[in-house]
Antibody, heavy 124, light 107 residues
Framework: QVQLVESGGGVVQPGGSLKLSCAASRFTFSSFAIHWVRQAPGKGLEWVSG????????HNADSVKGRFTNSRDNSRNTVYLQMNSLRAEDTAVYYC?????????????????WGQGTLVTVSS | DIQMTQSPSSLSASVGDRVTITCQASHDISNYLNWYQQKPGKAPKLLIYDASNLQTGVPSRFSGSGSGIDFTFTITSLQPEDIATYYC?????????FGQGTRLDIK
């Protein structure tokens, strides 16, 4: 069964930085796009960022543009989300999710496997 | 960005009932509409993709339909384990956007 395991969450002060990791296993990691979806406490789902199978195509939500950077290391089967200039409204559980497609800017995507999530709390 | 309007926001039904949730897109999204189930404290789970395709392993009591801007998600016979929040999602283009969710519980 596909596995996605997030790590790196925690408590950080406003303006601080945090780097999330998503370790993948039990599938051919280098063939799939990976996305990040977050969920603020008691709220709905928000797509945050996506990266293509080879890391050449990236896209961020406007709410995190210029602050979050998505990257991947296919030799380590890992995706990273570098989060800078964090704000209180970034407080959420961050999920790493797999898309069945290689690219991200392709109609018809969906998220077939999800990690368990990692909690990021931005607070002073 | 494409806005997704999901209704109702909450719903109570009895075991065995037929349950319907609707989702409306602000623009034509063809059939690029997905449905997820989220149980408390758990990650969401994909149920339906491309409006009407049942994800592998998902019970056949779940179904989806629609195209363009109007979509419907149906549970034909509600089971106790179906208590969850359900979300629609469009992936016609980025940013992908979700509906606000429908919280389903047992009457």
């Amino acid at each position: 069964q596909v596995q996605l395991v997030e790590s790196g969450g925690g408590v950080v002060q406003p303006g601080g930085s945090l780097k999330l990791s998503c370790a993948a296993s039990r599938f051919t990691f280098s063939s799939f796009a990976i996305h990040w979806v977050r969920q603020a406490p008691g709220k709905g789902l928000e797509w945050v960022s996506g990266i293509s199978y080879d890391g050449t195509e990236k896209h961020n939500a406007d709410s995190v543009k210029g602050r979050f950077t998505n990257s991947r290391d296919n030799s380590r089967n890992t995706v990273y989300l570098q989060m800078n200039s964090l704000r209180a409204e970034d407080t959420a559980v961050y999920y790493c999710v797999r898309s069945p497609h290689r690219l991200i800017a392709v109609a018809g995507g969906y998220f077939d496997f999800w990690g368990q999530g990692t909690l990021v709390t931005v607070s002073s | 960005d494409i806005q997704m309007t999901q209704s109702p926001s909450s719903l109570s039904a009895s075991v065995g009932d037929r349950v319907t949730i609707t989702c409306q897109a602000s623009h034509d999204i063809s059939n690029y509409l997905n449905w997820y189930q989220q149980k408390p404290g758990k990650a969401p789970k994909l149920l339906i993709y491309d409006a009407s395709n049942l994800q592998t392993g998902v019970p056949s009591r779940f179904s989806g339909s629609g195209s363009g801007i109007d979509f419907t998600f149906t549970i034909t016979s509600l089971q106790p384990e179906d208590i969850a929040t359900y979300y629609c999602q469009q992936y016609d283009n980025l940013p992908s956007t979700f509906g606000q969710g429908t919280r389903l519980d047992i009457k």
